[in-house]
Structures are given as structure tokens and as C-alpha cells.
């Protein structure tokens, strides 16, 4: 069974640093690309990052370049994602999401349960 | 960045009726398009991909067409179980992937 359980989220405050962590299990974690998705509570989906098998491609939103780094560890079949210089708009549930397929740019066939990040003083 | 505009945002059927939910690109996808469903309190699940193709356990009530720009998914007989936000989703081009803002179906 297909298995991705999120950690890392709390709160923090804005300016600081926080990082995400996604275990996978259940599947051959290096033949899929893998994705962050976040939601405000009550709102719409927003793909926030994404990255291909073996970290060839990795790609952001607009709204969190520069201040996300997503990465991989393949042999602990694990995704990280680290946000930095956070603010109050980066509130919300973040989902660990595997691709379908290994690039990077196919459907979302697995999510998590998510990890609540909230920005706030 | 390609928009992803979903129509209506709310639809209110009874039990047994045929729900058709509308997307709409503001380009061509061919038919890399997915269709989630999210059920309150639970985490989006994957029922449709490449505009028509089921995803594994979905049960056939639910079904996906279009190509292009236009896309509809139809849910033939309406359940209880059916009660969620569907939303659709582009994978033809990033970044970024993006979403439509979601149709919330409910029950009459």
C-alpha cells in the first residue's frame, strides 16, 4: 500500500525557517516524480513545487521561488522541502504528492494527509 | 501560466440525478487533465486522468470527456457518497501545475 505521511509542519513566526519532510513507502520511491500541494483551510488547491525522479527538474510557483528549496533522498526514500523567510500567506495544509510518472508532469495519484504550517506572530 | 476556470462553483442535486461539472483551459491541454475529488476533512483523490480515463477503484458512475479547452466530468447517478469539491487539474505544462477553483457537489 501506498504510504505518505508528512511532518515538519507548527507554527512559526514570519521570517523564520521551517522544514518539511515526506516519508514514502509502499512503492519504488525513485520511479516517481513528487510534488508539494498546499491549501488554505476551506480554499482551493495550490501546487506549490514539484521534482522529477532524480532531481533533474525540480520547479516552484511563483509565489514561493527563491524562498522554497524542495529536494529528494532516494535511498531514504524521503522529500524534503525547505521554506525559508516564510509569511502569513504560506498558512495552510501542505500535502506530500507522488506523479504518476517520473518527470515531473503527470497526474497526482497518491497524496498525504498533510501538515499544517501556520505563519503567525 | 495556464488558467484553469471550473463552472458552477456550487451544484445542488438530489439522490439518483446526473451531475455535470464543466472546465475550462485558457489553452489547448489535448487531454492531459485530471479530475480530484476531496471529500471533507480528507485529503484530493485522483478519479480521472487524460480527460477520460479512470482511476483504479473509481467507480464507473463517474466518467470524463473533452479534449482541448473543454473538458466535463459526470457523475451518472448521484450518491450521498458523492458529497465533495471536484476539481480539475492541467499537467500539459509547467510550471506551474495549476488548478480550477473547484465545484462543490451536495445533496438536495
Known amino acids: 500500500e501506498v504510504q505518505l505521511v508528512e511532518s515538519g509542519g507548527g507554527l512559526v513566526q514570519p521570517g523564520r525557517s521551517l522544514r518539511l519532510s515526506c516519508a514514502a513507502s509502499g512503492f519504488t520511491f525513485d520511479d516517481h516524480g513528487m510534488h508539494w500541494v498546499r491549501q488554505v483551510p476551506g480554499k482551493g488547491l495550490e501546487w506549490v513545487s514539484g521534482?522529477?525522479?532524480?532531481?533533474?527538474?525540480?520547479d516552484y510557483a511563483d509565489s514561493v521561488r527563491g524562498r522554497f528549496t524542495l529536494s529528494r533522498d532516494n535511498a531514504r526514500n524521503s522529500l524534503y522541502l525547505q521554506m525559508n523567510s516564510l509569511r502569513a500567506e504560506d498558512t495552510a495544509l501542505y500535502y506530500c504528492?507522488?506523479?504518476?510518472?517520473?518527470?515531473?508532469?503527470?497526474?497526482?495519484?497518491?497524496w498525504g494527509q498533510g501538515t499544517l504550517v501556520t505563519v503567525s506572530s | 501560466e495556464i488558467v484553469m476556470t471550473q463552472s458552477p462553483a456550487t451544484l445542488s442535486l438530489s439522490p439518483g440525478e446526473r451531475a455535470t461539472l464543466s472546465c475550462r483551459a485558457s489553452q489547448s491541454l489535448v487531454t492531459n487533465l485530471a479530475w480530484y475529488q476531496q471529500k471533507p476533512g480528507q485529503a484530493p483523490r485522483l478519479l480521472i486522468y487524460?480527460?477520460?480515463t479512470r482511476a483504479t477503484g473509481v467507480p464507473a458512475r463517474f466518467g470524463g470527456s473533452g479534449s482541448g479547452t473543454e473538458f466535463t466530468l459526470t457523475i451518472s447517478s448521484l450518491q450521498s457518497e458523492d458529497v465533495a469539491v471536484y476539481y480539475c487539474?492541467?499537467?500539459?505544462?509547467?510550471?506551474?501545475?495549476?488548478f480550477g477553483g473547484g465545484t462543490k457537489v451536495e445533496i438536495k
Open positions: 521534482i522529477s525522479w532524480d532531481s533533474g527538474s525540480i
Open positions: 487524460g480527460a477520460s
Open positions: 504528492v507522488r506523479d504518476r510518472g517520473s518527470a515531473g508532469i503527470s497526474p497526482f495519484d497518491h
Open positions: 487539474q492541467q499537467y500539459k505544462d509547467w510550471p506551474p501545475l495549476t
